[in-house]
C-alpha cells in the first residue's frame, strides 16, 4: 500500500493528507511525461466552434495569464480567412485587443449561426445511392454531429422542421425512405408526436451499421478509419 505524503497548512501545525497516497508535485510531474496535447486549428466551420473553444480554454487560456500570450495563440490556431479577421487587434492594447478578438471570433459560435450551418449543410450532402456503406456512413456521421452540436439550443435551430426531415430523407435511397416512413409512423402511434431529427439520425445510424455490417460480412470490409474516427470525435461534443 503507498503511503500517504505529508504536506503541512499554510499557518497551522496540522497535517494535511493528500488523497491516493500523491502530492500535486507527483501529479505536475506525471503531466510532464505526457504527450503535448495538439489543439485542432479552427478553419471557420460553425459546427466546429465550440469544440476548439473547450479545447482553447483547457489548453491555452488555462495555463497563460497573458491575454497578448492569448491573442497570438488565438491566431497560431486560426486558418487564415478565419485569422485576417482579428488579426488587426494585434495592434491595440493587449488586455483590449484579446477582448475585441475573442468576440468577434465568439461569433462563430452564436447559436443561430451554428444552427443555420448544420441546416445547410444536411441540406447540400450528397445524395446517398443504392448500396453505398460509405456515404451513408458520411451522412450518419453528419447528422451526429449536426445533433450534438445544436442539443443545447435547440429553440435556435429549425432542424426538426419538415423542411429540413424531408430534405434529409430525400438523400436516402428509396428502399430506405420506405422503411423511414415505417418507423415514424411507428413512432407517431406509439408517442401522438411526429418523429423528429433525433429519431431520423438514430434510423440512419442502424441503417448504416447494417450496412456495413453486410459489407464486412461478405468481403471483410470495414468502415474506412476516418469516417469512424470523425464519429467518435463528433460524439465526444
Known sequence: MTPCLIVARKNTNVPEFQP??????????????????????????????RTFERQF?????????????????????????????IEHFTSNDPSDGYRLAWKT??????????????????????????????GLLKLSVLMDKCRTSLQNFKHASNIDSMEVMLAVVKKLPIQMREKWVETSTSIECETGRRANFAALSDFVAKQSQLAWASVGGQNGHLPPLEIVTKKQNFLEI
Open 20 to 49: 491516493q497516497g500523491c502530492s500535486a508535485q507527483c501529479i505536475d510531474a506525471s503531466e510532464r511525461i505526457l504527450p503535448r496535447p495538439v489543439i485542432t486549428m479552427f478553419d471557420g466551420n460553425p459546427m466546429n466552434f
Open 57 to 85: 480554454e483547457a489548453y491555452i487560456v488555462k495555463k497563460t495569464q497573458s491575454d497578448e500570450m492569448r491573442l497570438l495563440f488565438l491566431l497560431q490556431h486560426c486558418e487564415p480567412r478565419v485569422r485576417q479577421r
Open 105 to 134: 471570433f465568439h461569433e462563430y459560435g452564436q447559436p443561430h449561426v451554428i444552427a443555420q450551418c448544420c441546416e445547410q449543410q444536411l441540406k447540400e450532402v450528397a445524395d446517398v445511392r443504392a448500396n453505398d456503406p460509405d
